[in-house]
T-cell receptor, first 112, second 114 residues
Framework: DQQVKQNSPSLSVQEGRISILNCDYT??????FLWYKKYPAEGPTFLIS?????DKNEDGRFTVFLNKSAKHLSLHIVPSQPGDSAVYFC???????????FGKGTLLTVNP | DGGITQSPKYLFRKEGQNVTLSCEQN?????MYWYRQDPGQGLRLIYY???????QKGDIAEGYSVSREKKESFPLTVTSAQKNPTAFYLC?????????????FGPGTRLTVL
């Protein structure tokens, strides 16, 4: 049973345009959400996070939006740059054990 | 520089052999984790430890074992009981009990069983 779903395996956008990566979750106990960026053969690096008490968090070109009623979050990258090309993982945590549950990832390709 | 190291980067073993993957961190984090990544899959949790001398099974612990004798070290043994051991293995650490659970990852070890 997949509790965190990233339904788009891949996304391609032009440099300078907006990239929107989506993530859905099913577990109502999740109260913290994170996005990680991963290059091939490397470990993921933390990008941005959001608590369930907020509906938006912004950090430079990256903004995460949370819609709790829809159990949906999205990552917006504006403007997209070729160096943003990577796999993006959505992750969620909740409850007392601090485990992270990851989605399967979305491969973002930003074309020059 | 603080960080997480995993060695080696690439590891080859024959089928039926046990192999131990190293993970060391100097971030002074209490919690450490082992994940496995397969092509087209997310990161799946194998084992985690929130404190020295204590660890819990994750979602796919069968065929794996761990130890946590020191705060800095969390080695993972892939045993011959693991049916599909070829994968990319990632170690992570974090500070448990914080308002969020940002985990810091090592560079990973690619294990290939021949």
């Amino acid at each position: 049973d997949q509790q965190v779903k990233q339904n788009s395996p891949s996304l391609s956008v032009q440099e300078g345009r907006i990239s929107i990566l989506n993530c859905d979750y099913t577990n109502s106990m999740f109260d913290y959400f994170l996005w990680y960026k991963k290059y091939p053969a490397e470990g993921p690096t933390f990008l941005i996070s959001i608590s369930s008490i907020k509906d938006k968090n912004e950090d430079g070109r990256f903004t995460v939006f949370l819609n709790k009623s829809a159990k949906h979050l999205s990552l917006h990258i504006v403007p997209s740059q070729p160096g943003d090309s990577a796999v993006y993982f959505c992750a969620a945590s909740g409850g007392s054990n601090y485990k992270l549950t990851f989605g399967k990832g979305t491969l973002l390709t930003v074309n020059p | 520089d603080g960080g997480i190291t995993q060695s080696p980067k690439y590891l080859f073993r024959k089928e039926g052999q046990n192999v131990t993957l190293s993970c060391e961190q100097n971030l002074n984090h209490d919690a450490m984790y082992w994940y496995r990544q397969d092509p087209g899959q997310g990161l799946r949790l194998i084992y985690y430890s929130q404190i020295v001398n204590d660890f819990q099974k994750g979602d796919i612990a069968e065929g794996y074992s761990v130890s946590r004798e020191k705060k800095e070290s969390f080695p993972l043994t892939v045993t011959s009981a693991q049916k599909n051991p070829t994968a990319f293995y990632l170690c992570a650490s974090s500070i448990p009990g914080t308002s969020y659970n940002e985990q810091f990852f090592g560079p990973g070890t690619r294990l290939t069983v021949l």
